[in-house]
């Protein structure tokens, strides 16, 4: 009996070393906090040379997931600011906005639980369509709904998920047109940056969201109800007085900042 648990033990152990050397080329968590330390200092295309270094000896669908829709957000972040700096056209920007919806999709094959990939397809999808200037479209409308809340039903606390629906609702005319709601659009709003100051207070990001504010702003001028003009006016102040006094702002602040001046320049 002895010499038979002994002998037990001794193959445990090598099953445990064998799952061990298996995982051993695995993702790192510490990684995924570079990369996220990277994101929020604006270092996209570092990003995408790190990702597509690891992607290359990683075999684990989860771990390719994760690592995909990481390199979507990335490429999504290099368009869109390319094109704020004029660096790319247009017609190139949606060009890599669509191959960074196809590694949206090869996450979502790989990992259909993840929430993520699903918001960064939507987002690629989105800004696709303000490009294009087809975003108010009901079947572009209804994708970009479908994406945001496929987020949210594997991630309810997904901050971006309400912020995307935020907008969508505060642009769309409402019914029998579209799915329009300004009382959501406020809902949303607020929501995302309920989320957004949790997250921010926990330390499980490390830099605010600006334009989360400035969308709440929007949301509220649009909706126009008892008070919202003077919320309205509060909120987008006070933002714009925390982007101003950034010393050293990111592409994507300075980016929020003109977004905020240009809102309030339409109020005055």
Avoid at 143 to 155: C, G, H, K, Q, V
Avoid at 195 to 200: D, G, I, R, S, T
């Amino acid at each position: 009996m002895e010499r038979y648990r002994s002998l037990r033990q001794r193959l445990i152990v090598v099953a445990v070393l064998g799952f061990v050397a298996a995982r051993a080329p695995g993702l790192d968590a510490a990684l995924l906090d570079d990369l996220e330390r990277l994101h929020e200092a604006d270092r996209h295309e570092q990003i995408v040379r790190v990702i597509d270094q690891t992607l290359a000896r990683l075999t684990d669908p989860s771990d390719r997931a994760q690592l995909l829709w990481r390199k979507t957000r990335a490429e999504l972040t290099i368009a869109d600011q390319g094109r704020w700096r004029g660096d790319l056209t247009d017609s190139d920007t949606i060009s890599r906005l669509e191959a960074a919806a196809a590694h949206a999709d090869d996450a979502i094959e790989l990992a259909p639980d993840i929430a993520e990939p699903y918001f960064w397809k939507g987002a690629a999808i989105g800004l696709q369509g303000q490009i294009r200037g087809v975003l108010n479209s009901l079947f572009m409308a209804q994708s970009l709904r479908d994406y945001a809340e496929m987020t949210l039903e594997r991630d309810p606390g997904h901050a971006e998920a309400h912020y995307m629906l935020g907008q969508l609702y505060r642009e769309l005319p409402g019914w029998p047109i579209s799915f329009g709601d300004r009382d959501r659009a406020v809902r949303h709003a607020r929501l995302s940056i309920e989320l957004h100051e949790e997250a921010y207070q926990a330390g499980r990001i490390h830099v605010r969201y600006y334009d989360f504010y400035t969308q709440l702003a929007a949301s509220l001028w649009r909706r126009n109800s008892r008070g919202d003009r003077d919320e309205a006016r509060r909120v987008l102040s006070d933002n714009l007085e925390r982007l101003q006094a950034l010393s050293s702002p990111t592409t994507r602040q300075r980016m929020d900042l003109e977004l905020a001046r240009t809102l309030g320049a339409g109020w005055s």
